[in-house]
Nanobody, 111 residues
Framework: VQLVESGGGLVQPGGSLTLSCAAS????????MSWVRQAPGKAREGVAT????????YYADSVKGRFTISRDNAKNTLYLQINDLRTKDSGVYYC??????WGEGTQVTVS
């Protein structure tokens, strides 16, 4: 059972990134999946969640209109499109099947 994130990096303010999360070892399409981020010195913050069934999405107020979560169940992959990046978006972004399964995270730095 594994989640592996990719796509992080160093981006200028106003830029965009797409994060990916490859899932394996479990029935991905059945699970709600989330992106959670953690800025240095701060608690983890859930930013987006997508259901396994009808693909309903939920966003933290801080990212609404800039972040888009999506999934490709055929590829067992979760995505997070991030637009209009701001310095406060910097942190480690984790893919998770809350509460028990987490990836290792991918670093996003906006500077």
């Amino acid at each position: 059972v594994q989640l592996v994130e990719s796509g992080g990096g160093l981006v200028q303010p106003g830029g965009s990134l797409t994060l990916s999360c490859a899932a394996s070892g479990f029935f991905f399409s059945s699970y709600y999946m989330s992106w959670v981020r953690q800025a240095p010195g701060k608690a983890r913050e859930g930013v987006a969640t997508i259901s396994g069934g009808d693909g309903s999405t939920y966003y933290a107020d801080s990212v609404k209109g800039r972040f888009t979560i999506s999934r490709d169940n055929a590829k067992n992959t979760l995505y997070l499109q991030i637009n209009d990046l701001r310095t406060k978006d910097s942190g480690v972004y984790y893919c998770a099947a809350l509460p028990v399964l987490w990836g290792e995270g991918t670093q996003v730095t906006v500077s």
